[in-house]
């Protein structure tokens, strides 16, 4: 079968039928969902903590990672012997999230701890040049907890312990073959921990640290009020999803459950943010992706994460509101400083279009959107995109989203192991890195080495069934949202749609396209292509000449009072 439009090959997911057949007897299923449900699990065992993902069957002891009791212990000494502490976070979702998770707890404890987040011209990680600022606004503590970075940090951690500083590192980055000499370090990448462990974020390790904490307190203090830790799951689900964690396992339940939890409303910061960003329907992890995620990076990729820390710890409506604001008028801010470096990158990466890899280089963009670029590029293209701005020094910040088959965290750390790189780390499909320009020939060569095993063969969309536009009904979406939450590791289902006329459409927003899709029997439904302008699928949507199948997500749209259901449409193909 030919590419699509997108330069895809479309792939029919076709379930074992026994498998089908025992789930429906096992969960009392229908067999469309049972048919779904059997592309997302190996077993029946599984079905009912898919279907209803609890964090009692979900959480494990704490003390199963390595250096968690450690851990727990040298900040339950410090709590009871009210030794300084302070905390380290990172300035994206979920270094902010897992900030405000301790922040939050400390503060139900009655203890106000104060915080440090470098800002970006610090560069990547606990650098020197974010410990000199540290020194500079606080006094020398005794205990960091710092999170969400650290484990690379060898240089920070070793001034730090020569200074007689505690430091306790909550991180999930890929650690290097060295480790850094801090009190504890407590990674789920680190060896002898679980494997199914290195799938969470900062924030869902720093919510086991506090249970295992919380368990200590209480025999530790006679005295103790033990804080609910179910109330902090919306930033545990937030820093998951914004941080594309695979939505399985642990982290399925941490979302699940933090939506509940955010539908209560009682982060009086989230509470704003949804106000302000006008959300009227149930929370979806949808709303934690594109809707908070971007207000709350916004800070942190123009300045300084810091308002997004104090939103999330706000004590008063009106603080609240003030931060909610700011964080808004940041977000409209970082947008239009993305338009400008996108419209600069976009030629640049139309040339590489025949590479295996993207290598986009500019001379002082804006630090705080090359992340953001590098991901709308990779999407673009289809390929892993690295983006590099460098200043009038020659020293270059980049950014790298990738695909299946890169594991750019991985790789980082190979190019910062050969010399090529001042500082970077990340994950699979993200990192963060910098290096000299003199250096940017031997990265660029060691990239394509790195990216010779995913050259030829086009992507895949896996089309999970097939259906009518009038199947698709809001009963029926109803019913597949029992799969929810979608994200990473738990994809929307995609439907193929065959022979569909595209009666109407046009431009919405800034880049993205609506239409009119309706099939031969005269049903007609609403549909959404984003980011689609400029692309080919955009042309022909634009175009609505003949018949094309698409292959689309299936969600529910109020408008005034009425429900109907819209396609996200993934892909097309001529009919």
Not at 123 to 137: C, D, F, H, P, S
Not at 213 to 234: G, M, S
Not at 467 to 479: I, K, N
């Amino acid at each position: 079968m030919e590419p699509s439009l997108t330069g895809k090959l479309w792939e029919l997911q076709e379930p074992d039928e026994h498998f089908v057949n025992a789930i429906m007897r096992h969960a009392n299923v229908a067999e469309i969902l049972a048919r779904l449900i059997a592309l997302r699990v190996s077993s029946v065992d599984e079905v009912q903590a898919f279907l209803t993902p609890t964090l009692r069957d979900s959480l494990p002891d704490p003390l199963v990672l390595q250096g968690m009791e450690n851990a727990i212990l040298r900040v339950v000494q410090a709590i009871t012997e009210e030794e300084s502490l302070l905390i380290w976070g990172d300035y994206d979702v979920d270094g902010i999230t897992a900030t405000a998770l301790l922040l939050q707890f400390f503060a139900k404890l009655g203890r106000r701890i104060p915080f440090y987040v470098p800002s970006r011209v610090h560069g990547y990680g606990a650098t020197q040049k974010a410990l000199a600022e540290v020194w500079i606004r606080t006094n020398i503590p005794k205990v960091i907890l710092m999170v969400d970075c650290g484990i690379t940090a060898h240089e920070t951690l070793a001034q730090l312990k020569d200074c007689g500083v505690d430091v306790i590192v909550l991180d999930h980055h890929s650690p290097g073959h060295i480790l850094p000499p801090a009190h504890t370090l407590v990674d789920p990448h680190l060896p002898g921990n679980p494997k199914e462990l290195q799938k969470i974020c900062a924030a869902g390790l720093v919510f086991l640290f506090l249970v295992g904490l919380n368990r200590v307190l209480r025999i530790a203090i006679a005295t103790y009020k033990e804080p609910d830790l179910r109330f902090f799951l919306d930033l545990v689900a937030l820093g998951t999803v914004c941080d594309v964690m695979p939505l399985v396992g642990l982290n399925r339940a941490y979302v699940a459950q933090g939506l509940k939890i955010l539908t209560k409303q009682q982060n009086l910061g989230l509470r704003a943010l949804s106000n302000i960003a006008n959300i009227k329907t149930s929370f979806l992890a949808y709303h934690l992706a594109f809707v908070f995620g971007p207000r709350l990076n916004a800070p942190g990729r123009l300045h300084n994460a810091d308002p997004s820390i104090h939103l999330l710890t706000a004590q008063t409506e009106e603080d609240a509101e003030f931060w909610a604001l700011e964080l808004d008028r940041l977000n409209q801010k970082r947008r239009i400083l993305e338009d400008e470096v996108l419209k600069e990158a976009l030629p640049l990466a139309e040339s590489q279009r025949d590479r295996p890899f993207l290598l986009i280089c500019g001379n002082n963009w804006s630090t705080g959107v090359l992340g953001i670029i590098a991901g709308r590029l990779k999407e673009h293209f289809g390929k892993p995109c690295c983006v590099i701005s460098f200043d009038e020094t020659g020293l270059g910040r980049g950014s790298g989203r990738s695909v299946p088959g890169l594991d750019l965290g991985a790789f980082i750390h190979q190019a910062k192991d050969a010399g090529l790189l001042e500082e970077g780390g990340g994950h699979a499909l993200a990192a963060g890195f910098s290096l000299q320009r003199t250096c940017l020939a031997d990265f660029e060569a060691l990239l394509i080495k790195a990216t010779q095993k995913i050259i030829g063969e086009p992507t895949s969309v896996m089309v999970d069934s097939i259906l009518s536009l009038s199947g698709a009904t809001p009963d029926f979406v109803q019913l597949i949202n029992r799969l929810a939450p979608f994200g990473r590791g738990n994809s929307a289902p995609l439907f193929l749609f065959s022979n569909v006329c595209i009666e109407y459409a046009k431009i919405i927003g800034r880049n993205h396209i609506s239409c009119i899709v309706s099939q031969n029997d005269g049903m007609r439904l609403p549909a959404v292509a984003f980011r689609s302008v400029g692309t080919a699928l955009g042309e022909i949507l634009l175009a609505h000449d003949g018949l094309y199948n698409i292959v689309g997500a299936l969600e529910m749209n109020t408008w005034k009072g009425k429900v109907t259901v819209q396609i996200y449409i993934e892909d097309a193909r001529r009919g």
